[in-house]
T-cell receptor, first 115, second 111 residues
Framework: DAGVIQSPRHEVTEMGQEVTLRCKPI?????LFWYRQTMMRGLELLIYFNNNVPIDDSGMPEDRFSAKMPNASFSTLKIQPSEPRDSAVYFC?????????????FGEGSWLTVV | QKEVEQDPGPLSVPEGAIVSLNCTYSNSAFQYFMWYRQYSRKGPELLMY????GNKEDGRFTAQVDKSSKYISLFIRDSQPSDSATYLC???????????FGQGTELSVKP
């Protein structure tokens, strides 16, 4: 089975540009999570969805960040305008509430560098 | 204060050593506790999962949760170079809810 699929895997962009990260969760999973990982702050939850509805976006750093889930098989995380401090690895993850020991499956990550 | 605290290390041990990784958490409402392993340039993958207090063993790995002291532990017996990775503890309130991670401990097992 395909896991969580993220794109792009790597992105280098200039400050001020719009960045869109994409995620396809595992089919049948009804929870989708966006995490950000940096050396300084570790793995932080930005937002999560249940059945395509945003449940908790308290981790979204500021208005420059937005996330959508238009259907069960696709989600985007957008940063506009991007800043150098947004450089990080962005992970998408999905799960079912009672799936295999509450397993949350992570994608390979999108490595973002803003210069 | 972060809800889940973990010493980032790094931790370096010789092959065959017993490794002890630890976390503390602050919210007594946490019910589910996990350990994730993350290899370099990869996403985290679930290693162990426990519900409430107690021990769970899986091969060379043992996870322990002590809710009275809000302490989470992972023990690795007969450590191997292939165990070299970052280990992240995580907790959540309920099934399906958000998962809060510790900082992660970088482990290196030397041959």
């Amino acid at each position: 089975d395909a896991g969580v699929i993220q794109s792009p895997r790597h992105e280098v962009t200039e400050m001020g540009q719009e960045v869109t990260l994409r995620c396809k969760p595992i089919s049948g999973h009804d929870y989708l999570f966006w995490y950000r990982q940096t050396m300084m702050r570790g793995l932080e939850l930005l937002i999560y969805f249940n059945n395509n509805v945003p449940i908790d976006d308290s981790g979204m750093p500021e208005d420059r960040f937005s996330a959508k889930m238009p259907n069960a098989s696709f989600s985007t995380l957008k940063i506009q305008p991007s800043e150098p401090r947004d450089s990080a690895v962005y992970f998408c993850a999905s799960s079912t509430p009672t799936g295999l020991g509450n397993t949350i499956y992570f994608g390979e990550g999108s490595w973002l560098t803003v210069v | 204060q972060k809800e889940v605290e973990q010493d980032p290390g790094p931790l370096s041990v010789p092959e065959g050593a017993i490794v002890s990784l630890n976390c503390t958490y602050s919210n007594s409402a946490f019910q589910y506790f996990m350990w994730y392993r993350q290899y370099s340039r990869k996403g985290p993958e679930l290693l162990m999962y426990t519900y409430s207090s107690g021990n769970k063993e899986d091969g060379r790995f043992t996870a322990q949760v002590d809710k009275s002291s809000k302490y989470i532990s992972l023990f690795i017996r007969d450590s191997q170079p292939s165990d070299s990775a970052t280990y992240l503890c995580a907790s959540r309130y309920n099934q399906g809810g958000k998962l809060i991670f510790g900082q992660g401990t970088e482990l290196s097992v030397k041959p």
